[in-house]
């Protein structure tokens, strides 16, 4: 069920994350020119209306069309979607990530019937025509069937998010918000929920606090605070580095596993996501667009004029109060181990109640006991090609690259290639798949001939010292 949840946020939060960009020049555009931004200017300020209203949804829409069937259900899905556009007032956002994908799936469905039947010589004219007609069919359909109904669901999500907001409970949103993020559904929560919700609201008081719930890196920072002061082993050396790269570089995927070797920290993540969104409230924060990834300083970037102290004030009062709570429980809970005894104790555990005994260093999927078997064999060539692999493929992961590329090197294998890559999507080419525990089920599915190694620590996990060791071997 977990892995089918994570596969189903990762869809959502794919159509949106690679136009992150996107939707960041239309954040800086907004808060720089709009009436009450840096630089105010009627002309530029031009902008911010059509890019929200109709660039930003096409592109979700193209997005989730090629994921579904390439090029062609990209466009197919961006022709749909000018139908949920015109027959709206309001970003359609959530009528792009309906239609886009949906659309995809008709013309590859309808490309599939006609397969081998089309005559040689006419398959670029029924390929062009076949598009055009069925695009312009779904795009009416879109335009008097689709708007009005996900219209009448926007309406319903913006009153039932007005009654939390309304009477001060959405704070309350941080009980789900913080342990969906620790399962790795961050990236979905993030840019599949909040941010079409934040950009409607931008629309319409140039600012939301839906940018803040998932993004705040105070909660997390807090977690590594205390690992730094009543932390053990690994976990301890390894938490200040964590520090760094959570809060500055915005990859809160790094403080997951410290939660996860201890999970009474979910309490202080929740009770920090929720003192965070309270202060927030309490003091109007928000933000233009997106942060992207959550650091400090892309938050601050993303911040209105004139309106640092709320949104700083939110972060710190999170930091506090997880840091707080973290701190006695790392002390006197009783479960405060080594991060690296932590992670033996699971993969043991794991693989005693499934029967597969213990190979190879690098061999800890877990899996299942084929699985484990067929591991060692994909990997048993000349190794030309390691993929990392996490859920939006751009930030654990190209950090985990980076680390293990330098081992690597270092060790004189510097010639292997190694790369990052969405856990959905890892290139069929690679033999060795490194990922975190979470996501190996995921890794599994997506390249069932490759090797994987899972880590719990994306900073100073020993995986990578034992595979440079396997490595050596060879």
């Keep these: 069920m977990k892995e089918k949840v994570q596969v189903f946020g990762r869809f959502l939060s794919g159509m949106v994350m690679p ?16 009436p009450t931004g840096w630089c105010p200017n009627e002309t530029i300020n031009a902008l911010v209306s059509p890019m929200s209203a109709v660039l930003l949804p096409l592109l979700i829409a193209y997005t989730g069309g090629t994921a579904v069937y390439g090029q062609r259900g990209g466009v197919i899905g961006a022709i749909a979607a000018m139908g949920v556009i015109v027959g709206s007032d309001i970003p359609m956002f959530i009528g792009a990530m309906i239609v886009g994908p949906v659309c995809a799936w ?19 004219l029924v390929n062009n025509f076949s598009l055009g ?18 219209e009448v669901m926007n309406q319903a999500m913006k009153s039932g998010v007005g009654f939390f907001v309304d009477r001060k409970l959405l704070p309350l949103a941080s009980v789900f918000i913080e342990p969906a993020k620790v399962l790795f559904l961050n990236n979905a929560i993030n840019h599949g929920i909040f941010s079409p919700m934040g950009i409607q609201q931008v629309e319409e008081v140039g600012k939301s606090v839906f940018f803040l719930l998932e993004a705040n890196p105070g909660p997390g920072l807090g977690i590594l605070l205390a690992y730094c002061i009543a932390g053990k082993g690994s976990a301890k050396s390894s938490a200040p580095g964590a520090v760094i790269i959570h809060f500055l570089g915005g990859i809160h995927e790094i403080y997951f596993p410290y939660i996860l070797m201890n999970p009474l920290l979910i309490l202080a993540v929740m ?10 409230q309490l003091l109007g924060a928000g933000l233009t667009s997106a942060a992207s990834p959550g650091s400090i300083l892309a938050i601050l970037a993303m911040t209105p004029r004139g309106e640092y102290f709320p949104v700083l004030a939110g972060v710190a009062v999170a930091a506090a109060l997880s840091f707080a709570i973290a701190l006695p429980l790392l002390k006197f809970a009783g479960k405060d181990e080594d991060l690296e005894d932590s992670r ?33 064999a994909a990997a048993s060539g000349p190794i030309r090609k390691i993929v990392f692999a ?50 190996g089920e995921r890794a599994a599915h997506s390249n069932p001939g490759a090797k994987l ?22």
């Design 344 to 376: 033996k104790k699971m993969s043991a555990m794991k693989k005693a109640s499934k029967g597969v005994k213990e190979t190879s260093a690098c061999n800890t999927s877990g899996t299942d006991a084929s699985r484990a078997a067929t591991s060692g």
């Design 390 to 439: 996490c859920d939006a493929g751009m930030g654990s992961s190209a950090m985990g690259a980076t680390v293990l590329k330098k081992k690597l090197t270092a060790a004189g294998f510097g010639d292997i290639e190694v790369k990052h890559s969405p856990v959905s999507s890892i290139p069929q080419d690679a033999q060795i798949v490194v990922t975190h525990q979470e996501l």
């Design 133 to 150: 007609i069925i695009g312009a069919v779904l795009t009416v359909i879109a335009l008097k069937g689709v708007a009005p109904v996900v």
């Design 453 to 474: 190694v899972l880590i719990t620590n994306f900073l100073a996990a020993p995986e990578y010292d034992q595979l440079v060791e396997e490595l050596k071997k060879r």
């Design 271 to 280: 009770a920090g996501g929720a003192g965070g969104v309270f202060m927030f």
């Design 106 to 124: 008709i013309i590859k469905k309808f490309d599939h019937l006609l397969e081998g039947k089309i005559p040689a010589g006419f398959e670029m």
């Design 19 to 34: 136009n992150i960009g996107a939707f960041i020049a239309w954040g800086l555009i907004t808060a720089l020119f709009i």
